[in-house]
């Protein structure tokens, strides 16, 4: 089946157009409602939301199709992603939505689903969705003496600091550590600071004055250079970059330099390994992480199994698997002894966990391998399929050719936006970055 309203993470597009107009969501909450209203108990939904201003416009449509479908409402407002997953199981809810974008920007807007295990629905049960969001809901509403009930959850924040703070070592505490918190003006604007602070960290705060336009923008995990830029101001130990809905992370060692995904996810499996407590003897990640980390791990007697991009994927792969550590480049990481999903906080405190037990510098915690060099380019197309046409596909061919065993190419679709995204890696630095440029050059014409 063809999806049409889903993509790589749950439905996503500008507020207040298809998808994410008032009447579709209304009927995805009445599809969702209708699928996950199910045994003889009173069903409930849970809805946390990031800081959007489109968010109070999309929460109100989406409680309008659970209550008609018979299901109880519990309103978060905002809250990380992993919060909802979490609160999902603790309220023993039937389904779980995140109201985000993530990491685009605020005329962006997105619907993620979580099942009552907390875990993101499968493909399958994003299917079962859209079928039912054209169909008929007329036989499948509520009688008038069913039609749910919508609760504001007051204490959803302090419920899911008090879940983060629990997976940080008892026997440790961040006193003497100034830490700088970007919270992308964004769904962790209280809580992240917060649990650091009640940590024992000295909190520097950026990105957390949310006015429903300034979610992501020049902020967070993908605009990290205002992050490093506090750091060595304010001389900080270290930097932490959080995405809008908080389910991601980019760290900065002391000198206010980058650390990406693949670095904390190395780290932090060196650091369970020592401990004993790494499962599926290695770590999952996409196929965008750099052949340094797989090389490293190697080194180390350790396996990197890479699926295609999305952290749902990944976590599938885990899941199935037996292992507990996984995730993204960008700073998705996914710790399953704590969350079902990508949980940039929860990954934070391991890292920071690490550089209390060894009271050594950010930077040298932080950089456990040599990435390989890696260009990633995007390219923007108006309609079509670029990858599929002939010059596309020779220009390809000729790049895995002129690469051979010495890197990588990875070329695939954005599941969020209308771009082609270009990644090549290997040794020679020189080669990666010429053949990046020659396969945008010939998507954009093709395009």
Same mark, same amino acid.
């Given at each position: 089946m063809t999806r049409k309203y889903f993509g790589t993470d749950g439905v996503r597009g500008t507020a207040n157009r298809w998808p994410m107009d008032v009447e579709t969501v209304l009927r995805t909450g009445l599809a969702a409602?209708?699928?996950?209203?199910?045994?003889?108990?009173?069903?409930?939904?849970?809805?946390?939301?990031?800081?959007?201003?489109?968010?109070?416009?999309?929460?109100?449509?989406?409680?309008?199709?659970?209550?008609?479908?018979?299901?109880?409402?519990?309103?978060?407002?905002?809250?990380?992603?992993?919060?909802?997953?979490?609160?999902?199981?603790?309220?023993?809810?039937?389904?779980?939505?995140?109201?985000?974008?993530?990491?685009?920007?605020?005329d962006d807007n997105g619907i993620k689903l979580f099942g009552p295990d907390g875990y993101k629905l499968s493909d399958a049960q994003e299917q079962d969705i859209e079928r039912l969001i054209e169909s008929d809901h007329g036989a499948k509403l509520a009688p008038s003496d069913k039609i749910g009930r919508a609760k504001r959850i007051e204490d959803a924040q302090a419920r899911y600091i008090e879940s983060v703070k629990r997976t940080f070592p008892k026997d440790l505490r961040l006193e003497g550590l100034r830490i700088v918190v970007d919270t992308a003006n964004g769904a962790a604007y209280k809580v992240a600071p917060a649990a650091l602070w009640e940590l024992g960290a000295e909190i520097i705060q950026i990105g957390n004055e949310p006015n429903g336009l300034n979610i992501n923008e020049k902020c967070g995990s993908t605009?990290?250079?205002?992050?490093?830029?506090?750091?060595? /101001?304010?001389?900080? $130990?270290?930097?932490?970059?959080?995405? #809008? !809905?908080?389910?991601? %992370?980019?760290?900065?060692?002391?000198? +206010?330099?980058?650390?990406?995904?693949?670095?904390?996810?190395?780290?932090?499996?060196?650091?369970?390994?020592?401990?004993?407590?790494?499962?599926?003897?290695?770590?999952?990640?996409?196929?965008?992480?750099?052949?340094?980390?797989?090389?490293?791990?190697? /080194?180390?007697?350790? $396996?990197?199994?890479?699926?295609?991009? #999305? !952290?749902?994927?990944? %976590?599938?792969?885990?899941?199935?698997? +037996?292992?507990?550590?996984?995730?993204?480049?960008?700073?998705?990481?996914?710790?399953?002894?704590?969350s079902t999903t990508g949980d940039g906080l929860i990954a934070a405190l391991q890292v920071l966990a690490e550089v209390v037990r060894t009271g050594r510098p950010v930077s040298e915690v932080c950089r456990m391998f040599e990435p390989v060099p890696q260009v990633l380019k995007n390219v923007r197309y108006g309609s079509g399929k670029p990858l599929e046409l002939k010059p596309v596909k020779a220009a390809i061919a000729a790049a895995e050719t002129r690469l051979g065993n010495s890197g990588r190419l990875v070329i695939r679709p954005s599941g969020t936006e209308p771009l082609i995204r270009v990644m090549a890696e290997g040794d020679d630095a020189g080669l990666v970055s010429s053949i990046v440029d020659e396969l945008c050059s010939v998507i954009a014409k093709a395009a």
């Open positions: 409602g209708s699928l996950y209203s199910r045994g003889g108990h009173r069903n409930r939904v849970v809805i946390g939301k990031d800081t959007r201003l489109s968010g109070y416009m999309l929460e109100q449509a989406l409680t309008a199709g659970f209550l008609a479908t018979g299901m109880d409402v519990f309103l978060f407002g905002p809250v990380p992603t992993p919060a909802v997953a979490m609160l999902t199981r603790s309220l023993r809810a039937d389904l779980g939505v995140m109201i985000s974008a993530s990491h685009n920007p605020y605009a990290p250079e205002r992050m490093c830029e506090r750091v060595r /101001e304010m001389r900080a $130990d270290i930097g932490i970059a959080l995405d #809008g !809905d908080a389910d991601r %992370v980019i760290i900065a060692d002391e000198r +206010g330099e980058v650390i990406d995904g693949d670095q904390l996810m190395a780290l932090i499996a060196s650091s369970w390994q020592s401990r004993g407590i790494l499962q599926g003897g290695g770590l999952v990640a996409t196929v965008m992480s750099n052949l340094g980390l797989e090389r490293f791990l190697g /080194e180390r007697g350790m $396996d990197l199994a890479r699926t295609k991009v #999305g !952290d749902r994927y990944v %976590v599938e792969h885990m899941r199935s698997n +037996g292992f507990n550590v996984g995730g993204e480049q960008s700073g998705h990481i996914v710790l399953s002894d704590f």
